[in-house]
Protein backbone atom coordinates (compact mmCIF):
# COMPACT_ATOMS: atom_id res chain seq x y z
CA UNK A 1 0.00 0.00 0.00
CA UNK A 2 1.37 3.70 -1.13
CA UNK A 3 1.80 5.76 2.04
CA UNK A 4 -0.83 8.77 2.17
CA UNK A 5 0.53 12.00 1.94
CA UNK A 6 -0.99 15.19 3.51
CA UNK A 7 -0.37 18.44 2.89
CA UNK A 8 -1.10 20.30 6.22
CA UNK A 9 -3.76 23.18 6.01
CA UNK A 10 -1.53 25.96 6.74
CA UNK A 11 0.87 24.84 4.12
CA UNK A 12 -1.61 24.93 1.63
CA UNK A 13 -2.19 28.35 2.15
CA UNK A 14 1.35 29.38 1.75
CA UNK A 15 1.80 27.58 -1.34
CA UNK A 16 -1.16 29.32 -2.62
CA UNK A 17 0.23 32.83 -1.76
CA UNK A 18 3.19 32.10 -3.34
CA UNK A 19 1.15 31.45 -6.26
CA UNK A 20 -0.59 34.98 -6.15
CA UNK A 21 2.50 36.49 -5.68
CA UNK A 22 4.18 34.85 -8.88
CA UNK A 23 1.08 35.83 -10.89
CA UNK A 24 0.47 39.66 -9.30
CA UNK A 25 4.22 40.02 -9.43
CA UNK A 26 4.72 39.10 -13.16
CA UNK A 27 1.82 41.47 -13.80
CA UNK A 28 2.72 44.29 -12.07
CA UNK A 29 6.49 43.80 -12.60
CA UNK A 30 6.14 42.58 -15.80
CA UNK A 31 3.70 43.39 -17.97
CA UNK A 32 2.94 46.97 -16.63
CA UNK A 33 6.19 48.66 -17.39
CA UNK A 34 6.51 46.91 -20.95
CA UNK A 35 3.06 48.18 -21.83
CA UNK A 36 3.88 51.55 -19.88
CA UNK A 37 7.14 51.99 -22.00
CA UNK A 38 5.32 50.91 -25.60
CA UNK A 39 3.02 53.11 -24.97
CA UNK A 40 4.42 56.19 -23.32
CA UNK A 41 8.10 55.76 -23.98
CA UNK A 42 9.31 57.05 -21.19
CA UNK A 43 12.17 55.71 -19.57
CA UNK A 44 10.56 55.95 -16.39
CA UNK A 45 8.84 52.68 -16.34
CA UNK A 46 11.88 50.55 -17.23
CA UNK A 47 13.38 50.73 -13.18
CA UNK A 48 9.77 48.73 -12.54
CA UNK A 49 11.50 45.85 -14.29
CA UNK A 50 13.68 45.66 -11.39
CA UNK A 51 11.13 44.38 -9.03
CA UNK A 52 10.72 41.47 -11.39
CA UNK A 53 13.15 39.05 -10.08
CA UNK A 54 12.40 39.89 -6.29
CA UNK A 55 8.75 38.99 -7.52
CA UNK A 56 8.92 35.79 -9.14
CA UNK A 57 12.06 34.31 -6.41
CA UNK A 58 9.72 35.38 -3.19
CA UNK A 59 6.65 34.06 -4.93
CA UNK A 60 8.68 30.96 -6.16
CA UNK A 61 10.03 30.69 -1.92
CA UNK A 62 6.82 30.38 -0.78
CA UNK A 63 5.80 28.16 -2.98
CA UNK A 64 8.38 25.71 -2.57
CA UNK A 65 8.12 26.23 1.27
CA UNK A 66 4.45 25.76 1.10
CA UNK A 67 5.20 22.22 -1.30
CA UNK A 68 8.06 20.68 1.46
CA UNK A 69 5.93 20.49 4.55
CA UNK A 70 3.89 17.16 4.41
CA UNK A 71 3.18 14.28 6.35
CA UNK A 72 3.42 10.94 4.87
CA UNK A 73 1.64 7.91 6.89
CA UNK A 74 2.70 4.64 5.37
CA UNK A 75 1.65 1.20 7.05
CA UNK A 76 4.68 0.89 9.27
CA UNK A 77 5.69 4.57 9.74
CA UNK A 78 4.79 8.16 10.20
CA UNK A 79 7.55 10.62 8.05
CA UNK A 80 6.83 14.35 8.38
CA UNK A 81 9.22 17.11 7.01
CA UNK A 82 8.84 20.53 8.81
CA UNK A 83 9.60 23.79 6.67
CA UNK A 84 13.74 24.20 7.33
CA UNK A 85 14.47 21.07 8.75
CA UNK A 86 15.01 17.39 7.32
CA UNK A 87 12.36 14.76 7.57
CA UNK A 88 11.47 12.54 10.96
CA UNK A 89 10.57 8.93 10.37
CA UNK A 90 9.26 7.23 13.66
CA UNK A 91 7.82 3.50 13.36
CA UNK A 92 4.47 3.12 14.70
CA UNK A 93 5.98 0.23 17.04
CA UNK A 94 7.99 2.93 18.78
CA UNK A 95 4.94 4.68 19.66
CA UNK A 96 3.18 4.51 22.62
CA UNK A 97 0.64 7.22 22.33
CA UNK A 98 -0.86 10.13 19.64
CA UNK A 99 -2.05 13.07 21.18
CA UNK A 100 -4.66 14.91 19.32
CA UNK A 101 -5.87 18.34 20.61
CA UNK A 102 -8.54 19.58 19.34
CA UNK A 103 -9.59 22.87 20.93
CA UNK A 104 -8.13 26.30 21.21
CA UNK A 105 -6.52 25.31 24.69
CA UNK A 106 -3.00 23.14 25.85
CA UNK A 107 -0.58 22.96 22.55
CA UNK A 108 -1.10 23.29 19.02
CA UNK A 109 0.69 20.05 17.23
CA UNK A 110 0.00 16.44 17.46
CA UNK A 111 2.65 14.85 19.64
CA UNK A 112 3.60 11.44 19.47
CA UNK A 113 4.65 10.07 22.75
CA UNK A 114 7.42 7.27 22.77
CA UNK A 115 8.01 4.05 24.29
CA UNK A 116 11.32 5.48 25.81
CA UNK A 117 9.47 8.22 27.32
CA UNK A 118 10.20 10.71 24.53
CA UNK A 119 7.64 12.99 23.44
CA UNK A 120 8.07 14.32 20.02
CA UNK A 121 5.75 17.23 18.04
CA UNK A 122 4.68 16.40 14.75
CA UNK A 123 5.59 20.06 13.85
CA UNK A 124 4.52 19.76 10.19
CA UNK A 125 0.95 18.93 11.51
CA UNK A 126 -0.57 22.20 13.44
CA UNK A 127 -3.63 23.38 14.39
CA UNK A 128 -5.23 25.76 12.40
CA UNK A 129 -8.44 26.94 14.13
CA UNK A 130 -11.60 27.29 12.06
CA UNK A 131 -12.86 30.71 11.63
CA UNK A 132 -15.27 32.06 14.23
CA UNK A 133 -15.00 28.54 16.20
CA UNK A 134 -13.06 27.21 18.77
CA UNK A 135 -12.17 23.66 17.12
CA UNK A 136 -9.62 22.47 14.60
CA UNK A 137 -10.31 22.80 10.77
CA UNK A 138 -11.55 19.88 8.90
CA UNK A 139 -7.73 19.11 7.20
CA UNK A 140 -6.49 19.09 10.59
CA UNK A 141 -9.15 16.53 12.26
CA UNK A 142 -8.46 14.38 8.90
CA UNK A 143 -4.85 13.69 8.86
CA UNK A 144 -4.63 13.73 12.49
CA UNK A 145 -7.62 10.78 12.42
CA UNK A 146 -5.47 8.97 9.86
CA UNK A 147 -2.34 9.57 11.88
CA UNK A 148 -3.98 7.32 14.83
CA UNK A 149 -5.84 5.38 12.60
CA UNK A 150 -2.75 4.22 11.15
CA UNK A 151 -0.96 3.73 14.39
CA UNK A 152 -3.65 1.77 15.95
CA UNK A 153 -3.42 -0.70 12.86
CA UNK A 154 0.25 -0.83 13.41
CA UNK A 155 0.06 -1.33 16.73
CA UNK A 156 -2.55 -4.59 16.49
CA UNK A 157 -0.07 -6.03 13.64
CA UNK A 158 3.13 -5.75 15.33
CA UNK A 159 1.60 -7.44 18.79
CA UNK A 160 1.98 -4.36 20.80
CA UNK A 161 -1.49 -4.38 23.38
CA UNK A 162 -3.55 -1.44 24.66
CA UNK A 163 -0.61 -0.07 27.16
CA UNK A 164 1.87 -0.06 24.45
CA UNK A 165 3.77 -2.96 26.04
CA UNK A 166 4.90 -6.38 24.21
CA UNK A 167 2.76 -9.69 24.42
CA UNK A 168 5.43 -10.87 27.14
CA UNK A 169 4.22 -7.75 29.18
CA UNK A 170 8.06 -5.98 28.81
Known sequence: MPPLVF????TTRIRWIGAR???????VFGIVPVLGFALTRSPSAIPLLLGLPVALLAGAGLWLVGTR???EISPDQVTWSPLFE???TVPFA?????DVPTTARGPN???LHLLDGRVL??????MTLAQASNYADAHYQETAYALTSAHE????TTGLGDRGFGRDGR
Open 109 to 111: TVT
Open 21 to 27: VLVIGAV
Open 94 to 98: QIRHV
Open 86 to 88: GAT
Open 153 to 156: AGRL
Open 69 to 71: RRI
Open 7 to 10: PPGK
Open 121 to 126: PVSALT
